[in-house]
């Protein structure tokens, strides 16, 4: 029996049972879950090992890589951004990055980078995945290379490529880094517990990752088309990369984020609550709602799914129905999910080690979901 550390409010014991079960019937390793509640937290579990071998507990301040789940927070970066007029989500990515327009990108919108829907799913030319922590060199591809098809026909998950793209704009308006301008805007600010990029002091705490098992990656799919085998394998990364110095220091922006489910679901509630959490405001309550408006939906030309997309987050409908219709989420590759309930004024987010193969939640965090639900439901 795994022993469940934390607390669950009056009212969510259900979800407490639910968290458990993951352990006992759904073959959790380690995890973590929370939710806040009008910005206030009222579940914060965590539970199990750190690392296959059970020689390290999952302990309060433990963090993992939670791979795609780091888009929210870049794109979360952006939102605020864009807040304070820095950037027009309208406006030509060339117009922050003058280098972007060549090989006919000129009219490519930053909405459609964050959207998925730029046509920009990876890299034409060959890469290696030590390019990846040469951020010079991949953004200075992406800005030359012409696209896969044609921008705002059509979403097409950009699995690696967003981070770098979206980050750039950042870079270029606030000539930071996004992990600095993250760190500093809304990490430190709410004292949470998320990275991108991880400094060495704390890798101790890191969790280590077990991969999905054999046959169930991401390409692993029956036919891949030709658009998601250059996604998954251009560079083609092992999860055990991600226990490497390089990969947890790089800021990689939309897979390399280090963190648990408590600062993922706290971080949230900025968005939640209407741009304030931890009594400060960090955007208007007009500037968490873009996030909501619908950019893109239709067929996903590298997943193979229907898909409905925001500003850096997908909506309620296509393959996720959720209760409540200002609902929006993301999740990351193995499992890891964080959802934004604007009705409920609720986040959620699961967190864990042992990975299987989906990039939009599995039974684990949709369980979680569900039984928390039911719990405000009954509220």
């Known amino acids: 029996m795994v022993e469940i550390h934390g607390f669950a409010n009056k009212g ?7 968290f458990e079960s993951n352990f006992t019937k759904l073959g959790d390793l380690g995890a973590s879950y929370c939710v806040t509640r009008n910005g206030e937290t009222v579940v914060d579990l965590w539970g199990g090992y750190a690392d ?5 507990p999952w302990v309060k301040d433990t963090i993992v890589n939670v791979y795609s789940t780091t888009k929210t927070m870049t794109a979360l970066t952006a939102l605020l951004l864009a807040d304070r007029g820095l950037i027009d989500f309208k406006a030509p990515v060339a117009k922050y990055w003058p280098e972007f327009a060549a090989n006919g990108k000129s009219n490519i919108t930053v909405a459609q980078l964050m959207s998925h829907s730029a046509g920009l799913s990876g890299w034409k030319e060959k890469i290696a995945k030590e390019d990846l922590y040469d951020w010079e ?5 992406l800005a030359a290379q012409s696209t896969f098809w044609e921008p705002g026909t059509a979403p097409g998950y950009h699995a690696l490529t967003q981070g770098y793209l979206v980050g750039e704009v950042i870079r270029r308006v606030t000539g930071k880094s996004v992990g600095t301008v993250f760190r500093e805007e809304i990490a430190e600010p709410l004292h949470a517990d998320f990275w991108i990029g991880l400094p060495a ?7 280590e990752l077990i991969p999905p098992p054999k046959g169930e990656g ?18 083609g990364i092992h999860v055990s990369e991600t226990k490497t110095r390089a990969w947890r220091g790089a800021e990689i922006p939309a897979a390399g984020g280090t963190g648990n489910a408590r600062s993922v679901a706290e971080i949230h509630t900025i968005l939640a609550n209407g741009g304030v959490a931890n009594g400060k405001r960090f955007l208007s309550e007009a500037g968490c709602r873009k996030a909501l408006e619908l950019q893109i939906e239709g067929h996903d ?14 909506l309620a409908g296509g393959a996720v129905p959720l209760p409540n219709p200002n609902t929006m989420y993301w999740g990351g590759y193995g499992g890891s999910i964080i959802v934004i309930d604007y009705d409920a004024r609720t986040t959620l987010s699961y967190v864990m080690n042992v990975m299987h193969g989906t990039t939009t939640g599995d039974m684990r965090g949709m369980g979680l979901a569900m039984a928390t639900w039911q719990a405000l439901a009954a509220a």
């Open 12 to 18: 969510f014991e259900q979800v407490r049972e639910t």
């Open 218 to 235: 991401v390409e692993d799919g029956p036919q891949p088309g030709e658009i998601l085998k250059n996604m998954a394998t251009n560079p």
């Open 301 to 314: 030309k590298v997943m193979n799914i229907p898909a409905r997309f925001g500003l850096g987050f997908g």
């Open 201 to 207: 002091s704390e890798d101790h705490r890191v969790a």
């Open 52 to 56: 296959a071998a059970k020689t390290r």
């Open 137 to 141: 060199k991949v953004t200075s591809l």
